[in-house]
């Protein structure tokens, strides 16, 4: 991120069928009137330290586009 002031995990799933989580990242920056919501998927097992499991759901939001905020 690079002007972005603040980033939320604002909703959080496992999916064991799918061995994946499904969250919605809020990205919160200077002159949005909105939190900015992004959708996505990361395939990974349930024993994912948090630490890393952020660092993934932010990475696959910024694929999305969202990194040139």
Request: hydrophobic content about 50%; aromatic content about 6%.
């Given at each position: 991120?690079?002007?972005?002031?603040?980033?939320?995990?604002?909703?959080?799933?496992?999916?064991?069928?799918?061995?994946?989580?499904?969250?919605v990242v809020e990205?919160?920056?200077?002159?949005?009137?909105?939190?900015?919501?992004?959708?996505?998927?990361?395939?990974?097992?349930?024993?994912?330290?948090?630490?890393?499991?952020?660092?993934?759901?932010?990475?696959?939001?910024?694929?999305?586009?969202?990194?040139?905020?």
């Amino acid at each position: 991120m690079h002007h972005a002031s603040a980033v939320r995990i604002a909703q959080l799933i496992y999916d064991a069928a799918r061995r994946a989580f499904l969250a919605v990242v809020e990205f919160f920056a200077p002159g949005l009137p909105q939190p900015l919501r992004v959708p996505v998927r990361v395939r990974a097992g349930a024993d994912l330290p948090h630490p890393a499991l952020v660092r993934a759901l932010v990475r696959e939001a910024q694929k999305r586009g969202i990194g040139g905020l």
